[in-house]
């Protein structure tokens, strides 16, 4: 099993509205990440978490809340949001060792509205 | 700060030919690794090829090879005999050895296939 599951595949919310955004691997990988990609470009790192403890927010507002329950689910929580923050939400995964590669799940196309 | 550019919006090949897309870097650091990534319209991100830098030999994966010049800090990727479904958005990709795989993406290039 050499993939990564984000649910929803697609969301529409409004700027009040709270939701959550789900990602889950069963490849044993040890550290996740979410990465945020606007429309014609490239993926930008939001947060990555190692052995469940987040190692690394790149100065993401507060309005995104990350959480890794398991090693093996990660969760982006969603609150008051603004219409720029539309985008494809992308979960990716891989071993703790340095020399493996990313594995990236389909992502979250959302909508704020 | 690293940075990785990727020169071509846009490349067009014909099918069963070959396209090459470039990518240079900036790096001060002698130990990474770079990859080449596909985005097809099914949004998911395929890793295409990866190339670690203390290696001198090219990384090759099937119809897909990669031109690695460490001085020129370039790393293009060839895609022979090509297929229908190799069109989508490519990007390249840099990571520090030391920086687990916190990865910067170059800007991409679209490639397109003509039957």
């Known amino acids: 099993d050499t993939e990564v599951t984000q649910t929803p595949k697609h969301l529409v919310m409004g700027m009040t509205n709270k939701k959550s955004l789900k990602c889950e691997q069963h490849m044993g990988h040890r550290a996740m990440y979410w990465y945020k990609q606007k429309a014609k470009k490239p993926p930008e790192l939001m947060f990555v978490y190692s052995y469940e403890k987040l190692s690394i927010n790149e100065s993401v507002p507060s309005r995104f809340s990350p959480e890794c329950p398991n090693s093996s689910l990660l969760n982006l929580h969603l609150h008051a949001l603004q219409p720029e923050d539309s985008a494809l939400y992308l979960c990716?995964?891989?071993?703790?060792?340095?020399?493996?590669?990313?594995?990236f799940g389909q992502g979250t196309r959302l909508t704020v509205v | 700060a690293q940075t990785v550019t990727q020169s071509q919006p846009e490349m067009s090949v014909q099918e069963a030919e070959t396209v090459t897309l470039s990518c240079t870097y900036d790096?001060?650091?002698?130990?990474?690794?770079l990859f080449w990534y596909k985005q097809p319209p099914s949004r998911q991100m395929i890793l295409v090829i990866r190339?670690?830098?203390?290696?001198?030999q090219n990384a090759t994966e099937n119809r897909f090879s990669v031109n690695f010049q460490k001085a020129a800090k370039s790393f293009s990727l060839k895609i022979s005999d090509s297929q229908l479904g190799d069109a989508a958005m490519y990007f390249c990709?840099?990571?520090?050895?030391?920086?687990?795989?916190?990865?910067?993406f170059g800007g991409g290039t679209r490639v397109l296939v003509k039957p």
């Open positions: 990716a995964s891989s071993q703790r060792s340095l020399n493996t590669e990313a594995f």
């Open positions: 990709a840099y990571r520090r050895a030391a920086a687990g795989n916190k990865l910067t």
């Open positions: 790096t001060s650091e002698s130990d990474y690794y």
């Open positions: 190339q670690e830098a203390y290696k001198q």
